[in-house]
């Protein structure tokens, strides 16, 4: 890629710090040695990711570490029945991130691979509430249902639905990750019944996952039927590492 898919610390404290380049838009197109990693053979890669014929340069090493990326695990979720997002690869919930089982809960990675545990613990939290609430009060049943849809600039966004009657508490965490960095965007949250909230924030990267908070003053109009988020660039990239 031609941007670092790793947290803005890892990069400095991990490779920054021991003077490690970081060589973006490269590819390993040759493992080198018999009996152990003697070598590697790198090379640019252009727009469709494919090898640039020329670019490349032979690495000697004794070790190649891969980093192929995480993924929710899922066996019991999916032997329980229970509905999964084909994009995050984790549970579809509700507001209280309840699953489409009734009773069963979910949250942290389970739901979707987090970068930082301090989401982890909001979305234990919403768990947390969300049994207890459905321990006291049994089902419950939800009149006003409003779909999550993901717009432009974003991979996914979670809870996949809200009802706003059935929320823990006045306010509503939304969880999502942008498709690509950018150093400045504009987060725009609409509905059927028009704009809800627009904000801007800086620093957006795909390794980076953004919280969001709305009101649930916000969403209970009753003629609401969809909250849209959409991110859009409105400054430079990330294109100088």
């Known amino acids: 890629m031609p941007y670092s898919n790793g947290l803005t610390r890892n990069i400095v404290q ?14 390993v197109i040759n493992i080198h040695g018999k009996k152990r990693v003697e070598g590697v053979t790198i090379a640019k890669v252009d727009e469709t990711l494919r090898p640039i014929p020329g670019t490349e340069r032979y690495i000697p090493c004794d070790t190649l570490l891969l980093s192929v990326g995480l993924i929710p695990e899922n066996e019991l979720s999916k032997m329980a029945g229970i509905k999964i997002d084909s994009v995050t690869g984790g549970p579809v919930v509700n507001q209280r991130m309840e699953t489409t089982v009734e009773g069963i809960f979910a949250c942290g990675n389970v739901c979707h691979v987090h970068d930082l545990v301090d989401f982890v613990t909001r979305e234990a939290q919403l768990a947390g509430k969300g049994a207890a609430m459905y321990l006291k009060n049994g089902k419950t049943t939800q009149h006003h249902i409003i779909k999550v849809e993901v717009g432009e600039g974003l991979r996914y966004v979670l809870p996949h639905m809200i009802s706003p009657e059935t929320m823990v508490s006045n306010t509503q965490n939304f969880f999502m990750r942008s498709i690509a960095p950018m150093s400045k965007a504009r987060l725009t949250i609409s509905s059927n019944e028009g704009l809800i909230k627009s904000q801007i924030l800086r620093y957006v990267k795909p390794s980076e996952m953004i919280n969001i908070i709305i009101k649930k003053e916000e969403i209970s109009n009753p003629k609401i039927e969809f909250i849209k988020f959409t991110l859009r660039e409105e400054g430079d990239t990330y294109g100088g590492y």
Do not use: V
């Open 14 to 27: 991990c490779l920054n710090d021991f003077d490690i380049p970081l060589l973006l838009s490269h590819t």
